[in-house]
């Protein structure tokens, strides 16, 4: 073979191995370097995420301290909208996110997801004089608050004959409750422990014995094949169920209730 060919080929190959060894960094391989893991999460959930001042308290962050334990580094939060924390998984401004996220399929095509710690489901919030909603049907034609783009958006989706009036959408909970209580909306769908936290926190609402949808899991998620961060985390996972800490963590930030 000519030696220019030759040449060629063993200088390309070179420089191919030298870009995926740039390129080939792992997350993991960036946490031990920076001696830092990003936490993504979005802290209006209790008993998930709490804000406390400057802190963000709840479940999910004792499990995310607990992980970044593990790896034996210091934790840093991103406290973001909810509907942005895929995607921050994606471009590597957070690491792993816990935030109360259910398991979906479309939520799986984008990143992974590790074992489930928390079974939800989503219920439906409404005025306390209101008796007007006897079945999942009435809802149909009613003005329903959501967070945006979490599963109780999807329910609503789902059940609304109006998709372009009968959904408000709001950054929390809180704010769609909010709403909720000054009378310009006629109901919310969101999960059960985070609704019944700010229902028992505030005067006039109160949540209907109806179930919209199928239960939920929660779970904690990586970016896609970052798979020996989400090893860490399954781990981590295991030892707070087995020992009973994540339901022990969830009374304790339930209290008050
Ligand atoms: N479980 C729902 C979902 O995954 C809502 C989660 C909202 N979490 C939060 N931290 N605001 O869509």
Known sequence: MNRKIV???LGLTLLCAALAG????STLDKIEKNKKVVWGTNAYFMPFEIREGEDVIG???EIAAA???KLGV???VEDMEFESLISALESGT???VGAGMTITDERKEKADFSTGYWTAVQVVTVAADDESVLTVGDLSSLVIGVQSGTTGDFVAEDLTNNPDTGIMRYNTVIEAMQDLKNGNIDCVIADDLPSQAIVSQTEGLKILDLAPSDEETYAFAVKKGDTELLNVINEVLAEMME??????LVNKYSLGQ
């Open 67 to 69: 992980v970044a334990k």
């Open 243 to 248: 020992s009973g800490e994540i339901e022990t």
């Open 74 to 76: 210091e934790l840093v």
């Open 59 to 61: 479940v999910d962050a």
């Open 22 to 25: 740039c390129g080939g960094q």
């Open 94 to 96: 957070v690491d792993f």
């Open 7 to 9: 040449a060629l080929i």
